[in-house]
């Protein structure tokens, strides 16, 4: 009975000593206020309604949900267009969308909370944790007859931060830019991205482990299913399902009521389907190498730290208003202001981006060369998008926060991506 008492004490310590912790500081949840009690302008945010019309009339997307906060506060929040132009639904404000990449930066924020706790370096090898990559090999030769290849050892283990930055050298399978990576991968049977089958994110990791590199780790950047691999490692650090730990330990804290790998039963019916356009038609895309319905259907087992996410435009600005708040939000604190000052740093040096910006632990940043030419927001702007047509900003210097949502794929010719972050810019007033 002692022992049993003890384990049951041990049990709650734990718990107690991983459960979020409050904050000295106390920003409020993100709240609607009016542009100009920020410094920003009604006549020019409404532009964006012009905008995001136009190109909707001429056909160039289905429809969008966009937002714009600053200084903590919403001040524009609109959705245009249709949800589903088959069903003639219209969209809603708070339609849930499949972020796709816009998973990655929540799942580095993951790592980077369980890093603050003293749980590993940066720098140590992943296999220290999945011992199914010690000695990675780098891709040598590859024979399309009959899909053999050969390597050579890696001149370096890979490491947690090769895996943060995207540059392990691992590869991303179907939407690889080599057809090598493609054809080994699939053959091996990764899975990419999403998935209705019945399998984990573990399984998939560990068949990718034995796969060849790209190159050797820290060459060069390739982007990769290398947070796929850290979800995993997630789950191998924590104990916990890493659904589990996201909703507890991000989610829950943050509001994040509509963020899920898989979505419950009564938030399905606000999944926008994906589309694309045929004849000049937008249909509902058809399954290729992954089923569209993957949030709601199927075997609900596989959590792609890459890619898995379904969310809302607000939901992902509370996310984002908590890095600009320095990791706090609403007297929660996700991560300290000395550890959001390491994420945002600059990773990769010029293996990405070029003069103006680089890649940090979790997003593409803005240098100050980026602020120069226009358009990209000020020095320090974070921002990355999905797959399916989403994307978002944050500008640290201006306080401003810019969420814009579409669910297409196949060939578009869609400028609201760059036309809402240079005007959302334009329409500070102060």
């Given at each position: ?133 010690k ?12 899909t053999t ?31 090598r ?5 699939q ?16 399984e ?19 982007y ?15 104990g ?5 730990f ?8 943050l ?7 898989y ?21 509902h ?19 792609s ?20 708040n ?17 994420i945002?740093g ?51 210097e ?29 329409s500070?007033?102060?």
């Amino acid at each position: 009975m002692k022992k049993f008492f003890q384990i049951v004490f041990f049990s709650v310590l734990t718990l107690a000593v991983q459960a979020q912790t409050t904050s000295l500081q106390e920003s409020k949840n993100l709240t609607i206020g009016s542009p100009e009690s920020v410094g920003m302008s009604s006549e020019r945010l409404a532009r964006l309604d012009q905008m995001f019309e136009s190109v909707i009339d001429n056909n160039q997307i289905p429809g969008a949900v966009a937002l714009v906060a600053k200084d903590g506060k919403i001040v524009y929040h609109k959705a245009f267009g249709m949800a589903d132009n088959s069903l003639n639904r219209e969209l809603k404000k708070d339609d849930i969308f499949r972020i796709a990449s816009q998973t990655k930066a929540i799942t580095s924020t993951a790592v980077m909370m369980l890093w603050e706790e003293g749980k590993f370096r940066l720098d140590d090898p992943i296999s220290k944790y999945i011992p199914e990559f010690k000695n990675p090999k780098v891709l040598k030769s590859f024979h399309y007859s009959d899909t053999t290849y050969s390597t050579v050892p890696a001149a370096q283990e890979i490491t947690i931060r090769h895996l943060l930055t995207h540059t392990s050298g691992l590869g991303y399978g179907m939407i690889d830019s080599d057809e090598r990576m493609k054809m080994i991968y699939q053959k091996a049977g990764v899975t990419d991205l999403f998935t209705t089958k019945e399998i984990t994110i573990g399984e998939s990791v560990k068949k990718l482990a034995s796969l060849p590199l790209h190159h050797n780790p820290g060459d060069k950047f390739t982007y990769s299913e290398g947070l796929d691999v850290l979800g995993y490692f997630v789950e191998v650090i924590s104990g916990q399902p890493f659904d589990e730990f996201l909703r507890e330990r991000i989610f829950e804290p943050l509001e994040m009521k509509d963020t899920w790998f898989y979505l419950p039963g009564k938030k399905a019916s606000r999944l926008v389907p994906i589309q694309h356009k045929v004849g000049g038609t937008w249909e509902h895309f058809p399954i290729t190498f992954y089923d569209p319905e993957y949030p709601v259907k199927g075997a609900k087992s596989f959590f792609s730290g890459g890619a898995g996410l379904s969310s809302t435009v607000v939901d992902y600005a509370n996310f984002l208003q908590m890095y600009l708040n320095g990791g706090e939000l609403n007297g929660e604190r996700i991560l300290s202001r000395t550890t959001v000052n390491s994420i945002l740093g600059n990773q990769t040096g010029d293996l990405f981006g070029g003069e103006d910006h680089f890649f940090s632990l979790a997003f593409r940043v803005v240098t100050q060369k980026g602020e120069i030419s226009g358009g990209m927001g000020s020095e320090g702007t974070f921002s990355w998008g999905g797959y399916f047509n989403t994307q978002y900003f944050a500008d640290p210097e201006e306080n401003v926060i810019g969420v814009l949502m579409k669910q297409t794929q196949g060939p578009v010719d869609d400028p609201t991506g760059w036309k809402f972050q240079q005007m959302v810019g334009a329409s500070i007033d102060d």
